[in-house]
């Protein structure tokens, strides 16, 4: 079986790209007999060019930056490209479908986030992601999604048939285990004093950052050493997170990191209080389950799809409640009740695993449509 990839969109690494990354490192290497066919652009992040005797690299010239050029290329040009290089079966780790390719198709929609949220950056953006998200209702062949939660959505949002979504948990990422000197180099590198909270992802409006802060602001009135560090791509384009830091007079004890390595992420993780992650909506929420994995406790909602990921191994909060989260971090400081939350998030993550995942995918590629 010859299987296309498609990789075009990818122009960064992170969530999307680290779950597709290890998604289908993992169904290469364990798939001996099929061949793949990976697409990507000149944009496409080193870390997602994978590397097999049994896939090749196919670089198409297209802006996956520019919504008209990249829907345009894959409706029609991807399509004959597909057929050209005799694939039998379309894989898109994003809602990316090409509708005009006969042979099967499976997507990935990770969650209804851009129906629950304004997170698009224009018009054009809002109708190209809507309009992806219908194509996989109506021209593919089976649609995977991350959580029961986020096949609950698609049914209730765009009226799928439960039948047609498999629900495939993501693994863990593969992070390193950083030791004691490079935590503490890591803490030097940017500049954390004392004891801290970690959040890392995002900055779009459904991560909560505005809430979080507030709630620390709160929680920080008692308790002056410690701080706060939030890791991640500084992305201005829906919230300036360091005005919101300065408006509210916490330049003191809330880092920004930037864009961090998996070492560093690791590293941070390890030395953290806890990971603090007030999502109000999440179609997984990897954080949660990369904390619970290196034994860091977590705080995180009670919303979307977090009890159902993250288990008995999370102290619940509700995300709209300020005080509710400053209490949590609060009740973190309690060494005997982190423990407790330590043990249970690492039996609740060994639930999670990339060779399950790719197995089922793997079924779900070579079924008869």
């Not at 018009?123 to 096949?151: E, H, P, Q, W």
């Not at 300065?246 to 864009?259: A, H, R, W, Y």
Request: some cysteine.
């Amino acid at each position: 079986m010859k299987t296309g990839i498609n990789f075009i969109s990818f122009r960064s690494y992170q969530g999307t790209e680290i779950f597709a990354r290890n998604l289908l490192s993992e169904l290469i290497g364990t798939d001996k007999q099929g061949t793949y066919v990976i697409f990507g652009s000149a944009h496409l992040p080193e870390q997602m060019r994978l590397k097999a005797q049994n896939t090749s690299l196919e670089m198409v010239r297209v802006n996956p930056d520019n919504a008209i050029s990249l829907g345009m290329y894959q409706q029609f040009l991807l399509p004959l490209k597909l057929m050209l290089k005799g694939i039998t079966v379309f894989y898109a780790p994003l809602p990316s479908v090409p509708i005009l390719y006969p042979g099967k198709k499976v997507i990935t929609i990770h969650d209804c986030a851009y129906d629950r949220f304004a997170e698009y950056k224009s018009t054009l953006s809002r109708l190209y992601i809507k309009s992806m998200y219908l194509a996989g209702k109506y021209f593919c062949d089976a649609i995977v999604t991350d959580s029961n939660f986020a096949k609950q959505e698609l049914v209730s949002l765009y009226h799928i048939k439960p039948d047609r979504i498999t629900v495939i948990y993501p693994g863990i990422p593969d992070l390193p285990q950083p030791g004691e000197a490079f935590i503490a180099e890591t803490r030097m590198r940017f500049n954390i004093t004392g004891p801290y909270f970690f959040y890392v992802g995002i900055t779009r409006p459904r991560k909560n950052i505005p809430g979080l802060l507030k709630a620390f602001k709160r929680f920080a009135q008692n308790h002056t050493e410690v701080q706060l560090v939030l890791a991640g791509r500084i992305d201005t384009s829906f919230a300036d997170v360091a005005q919101e830091i300065s408006s509210l007079g916490l330049e003191k004890s809330v880092i920004q990191t930037g864009f961090v390595s998996d070492e560093q992420k690791a590293a941070l993780y390890k030395g953290a209080l806890a990971l603090v992650f007030p999502s109000f909506y999440e179609g997984f929420g990897i954080p949660v389950v990369e904390a619970q994995s290196l034994g860091t406790p977590v705080l995180t909602s009670g919303t979307s799809s977090l009890p159902e990921v993250a288990g008995t191994g999370a102290l619940y909060v509700d995300p709209n409640d300020t005080d509710a989260i400053a209490r949590g971090m609060e009740k973190l400081l309690d060494a005997k009740f982190s423990r407790e939350l330590v043990r249970n998030g690492y039996e609740n993550s060994k639930r999670f695993s990339w060779k399950t995942a790719a197995h089922q995918l793997d079924q779900l590629l070579k079924a008869q449509p």
